[in-house]
């Protein structure tokens, strides 16, 4: 059996056999922990309706992370014979650049979230052939120029001859340091955000604390600890890096997806008991909430929302098609909703200032209060707003910092900013009621 260090190793052995062998528990016991990590990332993330390309990507990081870990472990039986030696050894290679490949696919991922570089089709196909494709072309070429030296060694690994070892080593070597400076760029377009919007030393220490350790997993920086021990360091440096690297499945549960906000906005949605006097069914509810992640724009670029004629692509496109198909869905429920405002408006009385509904990811209160964080960045649709509360959500949603599509006309905040564009005339089906869904860029 083998422990981590060994995959960073340039030459045989560089640690005790005392060492070694606490070493090895140590993998094992991580690998078990990062195992349990991986899986419920996998399923938070595949039952609840959260959807984009970072999610894409971190599915396929959690899928490699638990593959590479149970082959990394099987591999144990294939020693000595030769012919199964090979083969673990190029597995096991594979499983962990495809690891390393997602954490930098992942990286790109975010660089490409700062600034619009152009509409980017297919990006999918892409992601995949980043991901799993080149490590595979890399093992291909590794196996077939220097596969006559696999299975000499006392492991399962990569042979020392010909620099070998560096056909792994090299490009995690290079996602490192490309990594690396995603992950000062992210800490740094953070810290510049939260100057900007006034905050105090303590919420800016707090969130650059929360933004590092929730990037340390997903980029997987802790791997960079493999080569200060490789190249020379203190023993306890091998125990940490072994630590951080087999249990990476576990931190990135905790650090990352416990962490992301999408997950944890629809895990509470799902995890609350529905209000038994909810003037909307489970069924709206649930629709608009499986809507909430349609578009997946950053806040940086979610301007490009608020003129969605102005252009042809293919974004602009489906946007105005989503935004027809909630309309359309407003107009079969407007009749439903107006036999029911005679029932709201006796609950109103007896419920002043309590949440009496939840349509997708928000609360509203009839004392006309949206009952959310933060709405800065987040667009909007309200119907029924030419009157009564549709108009008063629609102003505050205006002037929380939302970008708010009415029916019927168009809203102007108090200082003259525009809050919304004019979409179609449903206003008058809707009457009096309001219905409301909302769109959050990821």
């Known amino acids: 059996m083998a422990n981590y260090l060994f995959l960073m190793e340039l030459g ?24 349990v990590g991986t899986m419920l990332s996998l399923c938070l993330i595949c039952f609840l309706p959260v959807g984009n ?33 090979t083969s673990a050894t190029v597995v096991i290679q594979y499983l962990f650049l495809v690891v390393h490949f997602c954490s930098f696919s992942y990286g790109i991922h975010l ?3 700062l600034k619009n ?37 006392a492991l399962c690994w990569l042979p020392t001859e010909h620099g070998t070892r560096w056909a792994f080593l090299g490009p995690v070597m290079i996602i490192q340091i ?16 939260d100057i900007k919007r006034g905050e105090s030393l303590r919420n800016i220490i707090k969130q650059q604390c929360l933004t590092g350790v929730s990037l340390l997993s997903v980029l997987g920086l802790t791997w960079t600890l493999g080569f200060i021990v490789t190249f020379g360091s203190p023993k306890v440096m091998a125990y940490v890096f072994v630590f951080l690297a087999s249990t990476q499945g576990m ?15 629809v895990l509470c949605v799902k995890m609350k008991p529905r ?42 496109v489906k946007m105005n098609r989503r935004r027809s198909e909630v309309v359309t869905k407003t107009e ?75 029916t019927g006309r168009t809203l102007t905040a108090p200082k003259g900013d525009p809050v919304g564009g004019s979409l179609t005339d449903t206003a008058s089906r809707s009457k009096a009621c309001f219905f409301l869904a909302a769109y959050y860029p990821e």
Not at 56 to 85: D, H, R, W
Not at 178 to 193: D, E, G, H, P, Q
């Open 111 to 113: 660089c490409s979230k």
């Open 275 to 316: 209000d038994p006097d909810a003037s909307v069914s489970v069924d709206y509810s649930e629709d608009y909430t499986r809507t909430s992640n349609v578009f997946e724009h950053s806040e940086r670029n979610h301007s490009r929302l608020d003129h969605p004629s102005s252009g042809h692509s293919d974004n602009g």
């Open 53 to 85: 390309d970072s999610t894409f990507i971190l599915t396929n990081l959690c899928i490699s992370l638990v593959t590479s870990q149970l082959a990394f472990i099987a591999a144990e039986n294939a020693y000595p014979e030769k012919g199964m030696c």
């Open 332 to 406: 079969k429920f407007g009749h439903q909703l107006e036999v029911q405002q005679n029932q709201l408006h006796h609950r109103r009385r007896r419920s002043s200032g309590r949440k009496m509904r939840r349509v997708g990811l928000l609360s509203l209160n009839f004392d006309q209060t949206v009952m959310t964080r933060s709405m800065a960045g987040k667009v909007c649709l309200v119907t029924g707003a030419t009157r009564g509360i549709g108009k008063g959500i629609a102003l505050q949603l205006g002037q929380a910092g939302a970008t708010v599509y009415i």
């Open 178 to 193: 490309i990594n690396w400076c995603v992950f000062l760029l992210m800490m740094a377009t953070r810290f510049s955000l």
């Open 117 to 153: 570089f152009g509409d980017i089709k297919k990006k999918r196909p892409v992601i995949v052939f980043m991901c799993w494709v080149a490590p595979l072309i890399i093992s291909l070429l590794t196996v077939s120029l220097r596969g006559a030296d696999f299975g000499k060694g």
């Open 12 to 35: 045989n052995k560089t640690v005790t056999d005392g060492d070694n062998a606490n070493l090895i528990k140590l993998t094992v016991t991580g690998c078990g922990f990062s195992f």
């Open 251 to 265: 931190l990135l549960f905790f650090c990352h997806v416990l962490t992301n906000n999408q997950v944890r906005k």
